[in-house]
């Protein structure tokens, strides 16, 4: 047998060495053009992705719509002729705060304010663990239907009941008295407290009440220095609840009180807006800070007992 070299292959179509058919043929390989542009389009965004997008956007059109007034209040404040447009103003004074802080514009109304919130906060809390004990601890066929009559009366609009309430304080001559308007506030605010209360007392554990019976407690020591201590964080959501309500509150005080030194500081704010449609609005803004910073104030003291809960598992082991 011969020893010769084997013939070299013969060339392709395409002038390249090479059998027909090994995928060399420049028919079939993808040129270079088209494969940058199918990896140079950018991503399509997943469904999710897509969402959240869209829920991050909503999220900043709401904290939007909370932050432009806030920001138009405090430049307003500062500026001496503050208009409605939103900008800083070009030389802060301290004129407007120096023009309500005067007895007869700050601090009667505040304090005024305080007499007729503080006790009335305090008759609702009062009044809402009182009725929200034998509503949690106790079982009867008219429960439910009296927790449901209390959510009816929460969804009663107080101009609904203002007219016959005008008129019995006229008869029992409670109109134009601040406790009369402060057992009022108290009374609107009643419902939903009970409301709150009883979920808040159903989360505390009924053996620990029973241990306080055993050592010769009664139902209203219990109550006073068991149950409550327990439920600081669901009395501190009711407190702030019911005193930011009454605190806002316009309406009431200012149908139920005539002497304008009664008058609390939800009503006298009213005159800032003037008698022909002139509003200052720098006096304005600079009184709207004195009248929000006492409930401020209030949520920063007690907001420390609202980060707990009702951390009650291990007393009631054994």
């Known amino acids: 047998m011969s020893d010769a070299p084997a013939p070299a292959p013969a060339p392709g179509p395409s002038g390249t060495s090479g059998p027909i058919g090994t995928g060399a043929r420049t028919g079939l390989l993808p040129s270079p053009t088209a494969a940058t542009t199918r990896t140079s389009r950018p991503p399509r965004l997943s ?23 806030l920001l138009w209040l405090v430049f307003a404040s500062l500026d001496a002729e503050a208009k409605l447009k939103v900008s800083p103003p070009s030389s802060p004074t301290m004129e ?21 919130c503080g006790s009335g906060t305090l008759l609702t809390m009062v009044c809402a663990a009182l009725a929200a004990y034998p509503l949690s601890r106790y079982r009867s066929r008219f429960g439910r239907p009296y927790l449901l009559g209390i959510l009816f009366t929460t969804c009663l609009p107080i101009t ?35 409301w709150l209360m009883k979920n808040f007392m159903d989360g505390v554990p009924i053996v620990l009440e029973e241990a306080a019976w055993t050592d010769g407690a009664s139902w209203f020591q219990a109550l006073v220095r068991v149950i409550v201590p327990l439920m600081g964080p669901g009395v501190t959501v009711v407190t702030i609840y019911s005193f930011i309500m009454m605190w806002g509150n316009f309406f009431v005080p200012f149908m139920l009180l ?16 003037g008698n022909y449609g002139v509003v200052v609005y720098g006096e304005l803004a600079a009184f709207s800070i004195l009248y929000s910073t006492p409930v401020l104030l209030l949520y920063i003291l007690i907001s420390r007992r609202m980060g707990g809960g009702f951390t009650l598992g291990g007393g009631v082991k054994g």
């Open 47 to 69: 469904r999710q992705r897509r969402q959240r997008v869209a829920a991050d956007l909503g999220l900043l059109v709401a904290a939007g719509a909370f932050v432009v007034p």
């Open 258 to 273: 005539l002497d304008p030194e009664k008058l609390p500081a939800s009503v006298s704010i009213y005159t800032f807006f």
């Open 160 to 194: 609904a009941v203002m007219v016959p309430i005008y008129s019995l304080f006229v008869q029992i001559n409670l109109i134009d008295t601040m406790w009369g308007t402060s057992l009022f506030l108290a009374t609107s605010q009643l419902p939903f407290a009970i």
């Open 96 to 116: 407007n705060f120096s023009a309500v802080w005067t007895d007869e514009i700050t601090f009667t109304p505040m304090l005024n304010s305080f007499l007729i």
